[in-house]
């Protein structure tokens, strides 16, 4: 079973972030990046400077996860900044769609789109054929560490049958609730990356080396 890891970097200890992603990059797909406005949601996260130093120290692909009231007046600083895919939540993603996956493909970049917990996988069928991957927030945006809502977990499912209906090829993975307890059931329901956070990774083991081998571990045998 090939697992794609994706570290949120957000739950990472940020005095020593090279450190940490020197060692994850022999086990990871890609490092989730949360950008955060303080108005789209009222929290504060990591920043374009910020990623554009990590992109000096990994190869890997870095999704964007943008929670910014207008996320496409900053496609092109995010681009600059290393991102790989850019993810949008879908709310923000009418009239827009194209538009922003034209200008993201011809960059050679990625679009996603990103699910609230009360979104349905139906809202995504205007646009979803220009989509490279689509998240599935287990929690609510903006509150790493808040309890899995379990409705969640199914449009992870149902996103899989869509994909196969329309001989589509993005992406799934899901935001939140990335621990030991939960990668089950969304394993189970058929994802493709695992977004790990501080509970699924960094806080297993002082050791993040091993912590990581743990993480893929605990995730083969769910």
């Keep these: 079973m090939n697992i794609k890891l994706s570290p ?13 992603i020197k060692i994850l990059n022999k086990y990871v797909f890609s ?19 910020i990623m554009k130093e990590i992109r000096k120290i990994t190869d890997h692909y870095l999704d964007a996860h943008v929670y ?28 827009e769609a194209y538009r922003a996956a034209d200008h993201l493909h011809q960059k050679g ?22 989509i490279d991957k689509v998240t599935v927030m287990t929690i609510y945006p903006g509150y790493a560490g808040a309890r899995l809502i379990p ?18 090829s993005f992406l799934i993975d899901f935001d939140g609730a990335g621990d030991k307890e ?6 189970k329901a058929g994802t ?14 002082d050791d993040l080396d091993r912590a990581a081998q743990l993480c893929l571990d605990y ?4």
């Design 192 to 205: 493709d990356l695992y977004v790990i956070g501080k509970q699924g990774l960094f806080a297993l083991d």
């Design 31 to 49: 490092y989730h990046v949360d950008l955060y406005d303080g108005i789209y949601v009222k929290q504060f996260g990591l920043t374009p400077p």
């Design 109 to 130: 970049k990625k679009i996603g789109t990103v699910l609230a917990p009360e979104t349905p996988v139906d809202a995504i069928l205007p646009y979803v054929e220009c």
């Design 219 to 222: 995730i083969e045998k769910a």
């Design 151 to 168: 409705q969640t977990v199914s449009k992870i499912t149902e996103l899989v049958r869509l994909r196969a209906e329309k001989g589509l």
């Design 68 to 95: 910014f009231t207008d996320p496409f007046a900053y496609l092109d600083t995010l681009i600059d900044a290393g991102a790989d895919y850019i993810s949008i939540h879908s709310e923000k993603m009418v009239n």
């Design 8 to 20: 949120s970097l957000a739950r990472m200890d940020l005095l020593n972030i090279e450190k940490q």
């Design 182 to 187: 939960h990668v089950g059931l969304m394993k």
